[in-house]
């Protein structure tokens, strides 16, 4: 072959090879932070891999800046950006990325609660704390300012800091020398791990020796708040409106903190209008008024109603235009499975002639969880579900009541993603789940609809109902470990993060298998449910 033949060969060898692609994808292995180990915590860290976030809680006397992480670990064969263990400041989030085939961004940050406290004779309500200008006051009802005698004073962690007030440093047995508060506020330098700031101490006088700070009516209950003067005897009255005798609040239902006092009524009646007195010494407020709201009732709580509506798709009411709860029979009858149905077998005693039956199965492809839920079934995307949580409801319930039956099976399907708390395998016990939560949730916020706001879909964790989102005003839940083979009351109190926060709807989401929204569970895990009902007092 000629030299010249041979040199074109070759061309056409490396043109032909330039040409060829790598066509062959990366598995997608997502990368994540197993366990976290540090000194100086007051408890265990949470993991949430949705949000891919490892929060340490810290005690008070950790510096938060010189966190010691001690142990990490890590997804296998995973590198990362940096260093996770080692003297890490925590005062800000730490910010690591965590790499095998594709990059994930981690944070890892720290809570840390430091109690302080600045309590004076003759105080009048609580201490109010800025905590961006570092000042601390207080309301006394003398007005012999150069003359205030401290009782507590603690501005940082116990034993490690150190107060100084013009050279002098302070502490519990020399208080009186910070006495005169008649030319303005005191400076404190407060010094701890090595680092001084500085704060303000507040004293003025005020001539209300007693005063509501807040009255929140509820349906059945209502939460009084006052100011007082501390040392003195303080507490409540209260009557119907228009009736003649008061009624005194025990001693034992009043919670006192210095000059800030509150307890909560019960027994009320709801749409009713009470009036109020609160005292502290022989000094009263005068009596104010407050009106208690209307209950609202939970439809269909007996899971009476179901019928085969249009597509012949079984529903939990008896038409679309009073629909309340829902379930996921519009995804898991399309391809032949009932999950969630009617059952004879009631609660004793009800006076209803069905229940709700939910039975998770492994339908075609994907394990699905019988379910029952307030809200709506939205549409089936491929082979994943988008559902919409939630009713508008504007009223506070104290609690979900009603009656529970529980097969518990063994864990026979593994989704491809795992819950954010914990690694689930095959023959771990599955588990059911109620939860019950009020809300200010919205839907251009939370994907759903003005009548249903929240939108669950299950191809997107980072959708899942988090039960800490700012929207939640109250939350209450059960996880079911075990059987139950007879028929069985609950009871599930809500907790409120405030008492004067009124929710725009309500949601309550009922699972024989709580890891269903991962497509986890198992097969032989049935709920019965049957008398639903909210309480109030």
């Excluded at 700031?197 to 003025?204: G, Q, Y």
């Excluded at 916020?445 to 039960?467: C, H, L, M, R, W």
Aim: glycine share 8%; net charge negative; hydrophobic share 35%.
């Amino acid at each position: 072959m000629k030299p010249n033949k041979i040199y074109a060969l070759l061309l056409s060898v490396v043109l032909l090879t330039g040409c060829i692609k790598n066509d062959v994808p990366y598995p997608i292995i997502e990368c994540v932070i197993d366990s976290i180990a540090a000194e100086g915590l007051s408890g265990e860290p949470t993991y949430d891999r949705i949000n891919r976030t490892v929060t340490l809680p810290l005690v008070d006397t950790t510096d938060i800046q010189a966190v010691n992480i001690t142990s990490a670990s890590i997804s296998p064969n995973a590198r990362t950006s940096e260093p996770i263990t080692g003297i890490q400041n925590l005062s800000v989030p730490m910010i690591v990325t965590l790499t095998l085939y594709q990059n994930y961004e981690w944070r890892i940050e720290a809570t840390q609660t430091i109690t302080r406290e600045f309590r004076v004779e003759s105080q009048v309500g609580a201490t109010e704390w800025d905590m961006e200008n570092k000042t601390a006051r207080v309301k006394v009802s003398t007005d012999d300012l150069w003359n205030i005698s401290i009782k507590t004073l603690k501005l940082g962690p116990a034993g490690i800091t150190r107060m100084i007030w013009q050279s002098t440093e302070l502490c519990d047995t020399n208080l009186y020398v910070l006495h005169d508060f008649s030319e303005g506020d005191r400076r404190i330098d407060v010094t701890c791990h090595g680092r001084t700031e500085t704060w303000w101490l507040h004293v003025e006088h005020t001539d209300a020796k007693v005063t509501f700070t807040q009255i929140d009516g509820w349906s059945k209950t209502a939460w009084l708040y006052a100011s007082g003067e501390s040392g003195s005897a303080m507490g409540f009255s209260y009557r119907a409106s228009g009736s003649d005798a008061w009624i005194k609040v025990p001693d034992d239902d009043i919670k006192i903190d210095g000059g800030a006092f509150q307890t909560r009524l019960r027994g009320l009646e709801p749409e009713s209008v009470y009036e109020v007195i609160a005292y502290s010494g022989s000094d009263t407020t005068a009596a104010e008024k407050f009106m208690t709201e209307r209950t609202l009732p939970l439809p269909n709580a007996g899971f009476e109603d179901w019928a085969t509506l249009s597509g012949g798709i079984l529903h939990p009411y008896l038409s679309p235009d009073d629909a309340f709860w829902d379930t996921g029979n519009k995804g898991s009858q399309s391809v032949g499975a009932i999950i969630s149905q009617s059952s004879p077998d009631v609660r004793p005693g009800s006076s209803g002639h069905s229940s709700a039956e939910l039975h998770s199965q492994y339908v075609i492809v994907k394990f699905a969880a019988g379910n029952i839920f307030i809200g709506t079934y939205a549409e089936t995307a491929g082979t994943n579900g988008k559902v919409n949580f939630g009713r508008p409801f504007t009223a506070r319930p104290t609690a979900l009541h009603g009656w529970i039956k529980y097969t518990q099976g063994t864990i026979d399907r593994i989704g491809d993603q795992q819950p954010q708390d914990r690694i689930l395998q095959k023959g771990d016990k599955d588990q059911g789940s109620i939860y019950i939560a009020v809300g200010t949730w919205t839907p251009k916020e939370y994907g759903g609809t003005a009548e249903s706001p929240v939108q669950i879909y299950t191809a997107d964790v980072k959708t899942f109902f988090n039960s800490k989102s700012p929207a939640v005003i109250g939350y209450g839940e059960w996880m079911i470990d075990e059987s139950i083979g007879e028929w069985r009351e609950f009871t599930i109190p809500l907790e409120y993060r405030s008492t004067n926060e009124k929710p725009t709807h309500l949601i309550i989401v009922c699972s024989a298998s709580r890891w269903g929204d991962y497509f986890s569970g198992s097969s032989q895990s049935r709920m019965w449910l049957d008398d639903f009902e909210l309480l109030w007092d």
